[in-house]
Structures are given as structure tokens and as C-alpha cells.
């Protein structure tokens, strides 16, 4: 997948909009319940709180640190999370709020995501993102999301589009 279609990537809960009108919505939990079950968690380290093992884990429980592979969908609700140990095709790199009470368009979110995830590359990384191999794009709130789950969090995640890595990019000045 390219860059492009990578920042296309967008998070909102399964079948939000079908069940809107006849669930008030307080969360991703009562979707959740709704659709028959809790989202999935990724399986944590007790201690540091990696992940250390590989499966599906709900979108809005991936943190700063976590390691990913690819996820296809363009709107998705679960990624696919694995140990950073491991070779993965992504990492989230940081994590911001949106302010506001208004969904303010798809181009206002996607600018301030861009922009706030550009903001943080060179700390994380040790390199201005213009002299960086590496990319990013964010997982950033829908319509649907900001308007019904009150989803506000733009997730910045980081990748070496010449394949996979193993371990984490940060400090990486490449």
C-alpha cells in the first residue's frame, strides 16, 4: 500500500451508523455489546505493557510504542498488533487530541493530523522528516467516529516503506 492510500486509512467502530439510530451511543463498548462482544486487547505485558503476542486488537486501545502490521481496510476497527520484536510493517510513533465540539471536515482532520504527526517525526525519529527514508499517516477520528463515540485521538504511525522492520524506529536518523 503507498503512502497515499496509507493516509487514507481512517478508524471507526464496526457498523456505528447501522445500529445509530437505535442505540444511544456513550462508546465503543456499547457497540461492542451490541454486536456481540467485547473489542478485542491486545495482550499486554503486565510490567512494560508491550504487546507480546501477535493478534487483532480494537483500534482505539493501540498506544504510543505498539507495533502493527498493515491493516487493508480503508475505515478499519481492529488492527493487526504484534510484538515490536518481531518483524511488523508499522509502529505508533505518537498520539494527539483534536480539540474541538464540531466535526470540522474530513480535509480539517486530515491537515491536523498530518500536521500534528509531522510535528513529532523528528523528535522521534533523531531527523527531520525531509532528510528521512522513513513515512507516516495517521489513524485519525470519521465523521461517524467524532459525532458518536466522541473519538477525538489521531494516532501518528511510522513505517519503512522499503519492507518491514524488526524493533522499534525511534532514534532510528534514517
Do not use: K
Not at 37 to 65: K, L, N, S
Amino acid at each position: 500500500m503507498n503512502s497515499t492510500s496509507r493516509r487514507a486509512l481512517t478508524r471507526i467502530a464496526v457498523a456505528v451508523t447501522a445500529i445509530a439510530v437505535a442505540v444511544p451511543l456513550t462508546g465503543c463498548s456499547i457497540v461492542r455489546d451490541v454486536l456481540g462482544g467485547p473489542a478485542p486487547q491486545p495482550e499486554r505485558d503486565e510490567t512494560t505493557q508491550e504487546i507480546v503476542a501477535e493478534g487483532d486488537a480494537d483500534v482505539f486501545a493501540i498506544r504510543v510504542g505498539d507495533c502493527l502490521n498493515e491493516a487493508t481496510a480503508e475505515t478499519v476497527s481492529e488492527v493487526p498488533v504484534v510484538p515490536c520484536d518481531t518483524a511488523h510493517d508499522e509502529e505508533v510513533f505518537s498520539d494527539f487530541t483534536i480539540a474541538g465540539t464540531e466535526y470540522p471536515g474530513d480535509e480539517a482532520v486530515q491537515t491536523q493530523a498530518d500536521e500534528g504527526c509531522y510535528a513529532q517525526f523528528a523528535e522521534f525519529v533523531g531527523l527531520a522528516y525531509e532528510e528521512s527514508t522513513l513515512e507516516f499517516y495517521a489513524y485519525r477520528p470519521t465523521e461517524d467516529s467524532w459525532t458518536q463515540l466522541d473519538d477525538r485521538v489521531v494516532s501518528c504511525m511510522i513505517y519503512d516503506p522499503a519492507g518491514q522492520t524488526t524493533g522499534t524506529l525511534a532514534g532510528a536518523a534514517r
